[in-house]
């Protein structure tokens, strides 16, 4: 009987396509997400005057964190600021960075701003990018609004948490609001934002959840 010829494993065959990983297909998901903070009575309080110490019971219940001075010269005038933390406001900010693009939107002058937000960022390079007074619209009544599409034109990627409702009476339903804070140090509005900023990272439009849940 004939010996049958050896048989051969048929080579596999690979189309260029097919040799290639298939990248993973970029949802809006995924797209990285802007939040713009407010400066004063959002993150901090400035004064001229330093506040009062506390006194033998606590005058604000609580010790406070020393503040920060900072001197502005305008007109060739100086004044000297007292700048105050929000309470948990260096955790919030390592918190958040991790999670989005930050942004500070003050509607005060960059001369005083820019040394307060350096303060904040300490060096951690998190808040680089900065809007000041000349970015803002002002109203009839002097007070001011800030368009966030001067930051983020995809309005579906982008918040702003501010203390002050008419600052985003643009685009209202990107508005995330916030107590303002002059000197609580039992005050924990930052902390109870952290599960709101948590969950919008993860839609594909922050104004939907925002409209839902009323913020704006």
């Not at 506040?51 to 920060?68: D, Q, T, Y």
């Not at 004044?79 to 919030?92: E, G, N, S």
């Not at 966030?148 to 339903?173: F, G, K």
Request: proline share 10%; net charge neutral.
């Amino acid at each position: 009987m004939p010996t049958p010829p050896p048989s051969r494993t048929p080579t596999p065959t690979y189309s260029p396509s097919a040799s290639l990983p298939i990248a993973p297909r970029k949802t809006p998901f995924h797209l990285p997400k802007t939040l713009v903070l407010d400066l004063d009575e959002t993150l901090i309080h400035s004064t001229s005057r330093p506040l009062p110490a506390p006194g033998i019971h606590g005058l604000f219940g609580a010790r406070r964190a020393a503040s920060h001075t900072v001197e502005v010269v305008m007109g060739g005038r100086s004044t000297l600021y007292h700048v105050y933390k929000r309470p948990f406001v260096d955790f919030f900010l390592r918190k958040v960075s991790a999670w989005y693009t930050l942004v500070i939107f003050t509607a005060s002058m960059q001369e005083y701003a820019d040394p307060v937000i350096d303060w904040l960022d300490a060096g951690q390079g998190i808040l680089g990018r900065r809007f000041f007074r000349e970015s803002c619209t002002q109203m009839p009544n002097g007070s001011y609004t800030k368009n966030l599409a001067l930051v983020e034109q995809d309005l579906a990627r982008v918040c702003l948490v501010d203390n002050s409702p008419i600052c985003y009476s643009v685009n209202e339903m990107n508005g995330i609001p916030i107590e303002g804070w002059t000197h609580d140090p039992s005050d924990e509005a930052l902390l109870d934002l952290l599960p709101v900023l948590d969950s919008l990272r993860f839609t594909s439009d922050v104004r939907r959840v925002l409209g839902i849940r009323g913020y704006s």
